[in-house]
Structures are given as C-alpha cells and as structure tokens.
C-alpha cells in the first residue's frame, strides 16, 4: 500500500458525459501527478500540481482539467468523454517536486 | 515524439538466471532514471533510480547500468524469482526544470518457475 489512494475504481460512462476522479495523496506529500495509461502504452504524464498550484502539463487534452485543493487532494475532470478515452488513471505524489513518486492504485474509466 | 522506448514488450526468463530489461532514450536533458514495477490491478512501485553521474546503481538482486553516450540503460535481476513477473516501466527525469517523469510502454516480465 503506497499510501495515495484513488476514487473510484472504476467508472463506466457514456460518450459525451463527464466524470471526476479522486486522488489524496500520501500524507505531507505536496506534489500530485496525473498520468493516463490506454492499452499497451505506457504511462502518458498528464499534470502535476504542488501544494495547490499547476507546476508542469504534459500531454493533457482541453478537455480534461485538474485542481488541487488546500487539504491537498486532487481531482482530474475530464468532460465530452470519447471512446478513446477509455484507460487507467493515476494518480502519484512526492513529498516535494524531484523526489520519488507514489502511485495510487488507478481508477479504469471505460467510455461506452 | 517517444522520448524512453522499452522495445521488447515482453520477455520470458527461467527461475534463478538472469533477467535483462532495456530502455532506451533520446531526450540528452534526462540526468536521472527510474524503474517502476507494476503488478496487475495495481499502481507502479519504484524499484531503483539512477542519477547520470553514476554508471551503475545496485540494490540487492537489482541493478541499474546507464550507458549515457548511449543513451541506454538496463535493468538487471539476479537471480529472479517467480515473485518478479510484473510489467516494467523505465523513466527518465531531469533534475531541473519540471521533474516530471516521462515513461516507456513497459515491458512484460515472465519468470518461470
């Protein structure tokens, strides 16, 4: 058990529909990261947010946003949900930017 | 633009030899690496990490070698154990800037018993 827990673990949703996932991170960990894993890819980094403020964006569509909030939980909105956005979604933390991260368990989300 | 590429995406090893797992990466701004292990319906747990001033790391059966003109790092397991199938995702960082880890598509570790 890493310590960073993720809700929910799974979602199954309809194209079109928007959904929100849950991430609190380990505790005094500041820094939260997104990343998206699709079938057979590796692990696509999203977005990183510390201690409440965006940090660094990868490759994170306009349609998906994320925020961190002051008791430092995160949440990653993602909206006009496609099929192709049917994937694993973690969640990570460090104690501060550089150090190791920890992933949560991931939530499946899976657009019908 | 695939920064880290893993190019085998599975490999079969038997019990107590010697299992091998390669990345390698383009981006000459990464100065520091990561392995992560990902068992199913779980998320990745940091194994060992390699800073670019060091050519290797060890860390009991597990050992890091970075060949930087390269640009190429390996990941060695001895002996392995049934225990060390999972998927194994390489990263690389760089300790400046952004930190954020930009990872490779795995490759899928088998251990035969």
Same mark, same amino acid.
Request: glycine share 20%.
């Given at each position: 058990d890493s310590g960073v827990t993720q809700t929910p673990k799974h979602l199954i949703t309809a194209t079109g529909q928007r959904v929100t996932l849950r991430c609190s991170p380990r505790s005094g960990d500041l820094s939260v990261y997104w990343y998206q894993q699709s079938l %057979?890819? @590796? !692990?696509q980094f999203l977005i990183q947010y510390y201690n409440g403020e965006e940090r660094a964006k990868g490759n994170i569509l306009e349609r998906f946003s994320a925020q961190q909030f002051p008791d430092l939980h995160s949440e990653l909105n993602l909206s006009? !949900?496609? !099929? @192709? %956005?049917s994937a694993l979604y973690f969640c990570a933390s460090s104690v501060a930017t550089g150090n190791e991260q920890f992933f949560g368990p991931g939530t499946r989300l899976t657009v019908l | 633009d695939q920064q880290v590429k893993q190019n085998s995406p599975s490999l079969s090893v038997q019990e107590g030899r010697i299992s091998i797992l390669n990345c390698d990466y383009t981006n000459s701004m990464f100065d520091y690496f990561l392995w992560y292990k990902k068992y199913p319906a779980e998320g990745p747990t940091f194994l060992i990490s390699i800073s670019s001033i060091k050519d290797k790391n060890e860390d009991g059966r597990f050992t890091v070698f970075l060949n930087k003109s390269a640009k190429h790092l390996s990941l060695h397991i001895v002996p392995s154990q049934p225990g060390d199938s999972a998927v194994y995702f390489c990263a690389g960082s760089t300790t400046s800037g952004t930190y954020k880890y930009i990872f490779g598509t795995g490759t899928r570790l088998k251990v035969l018993a």
């Open positions: %057979d890819q @590796g !692990l006009s !949900l496609e !099929l @192709g %956005d | -």
